[in-house]
């Protein structure tokens, strides 16, 4: 059976298509799931949000005994959330973080992300469609 890539998001991202549109853009998370779906074709997604740190420890734990791969926007949690950092440390696969917008050409406090240092790989600023090249690879990734 095919271990499947998990798709974890976080705080606020359930308010997508209405959350600062001009920041996020218009793309409701709803429509980010099918583009993962789509992307990802017969490999299972498990697709998940919450505006809980606990629930995505949960699900990174979840990852490490039954995933294949990590793709975690972990909003605001990036900045600050060390129990995420810890429970992506132990993740034994390819984790892609990935941010809608550039972080980096926002706020300084945007600037410095925990989860960058355990990723195998970031994305940021290419808006809802990073999500499926983040699919694509992780695909590449755990089918080798």
Known sequence: MTKPIYVLNGPNLNRLGMREPEIY???????????????????????????????????????????????????????ISIPVLDALKMFPGPIVELHISNIHRREEIYHRSLVSKVATGVIAGLGAEGYPLAIRWLMDQVDR
């Open 25 to 79: 853009g218009r793309a409701t998370l709803a429509e980010i799931e099918r583009m993962c779906r789509d992307a990802a074709g017969d490999h299972p997604i498990r697709f998940h949000q919450s505006n809980i740190e606990g629930e995505i420890v949960n699900w990174v734990h979840e990852a490490i005994d039954e995933g294949a791969g990590i793709l975690i926007n972990p909003a605001g949690l990036s900045f």
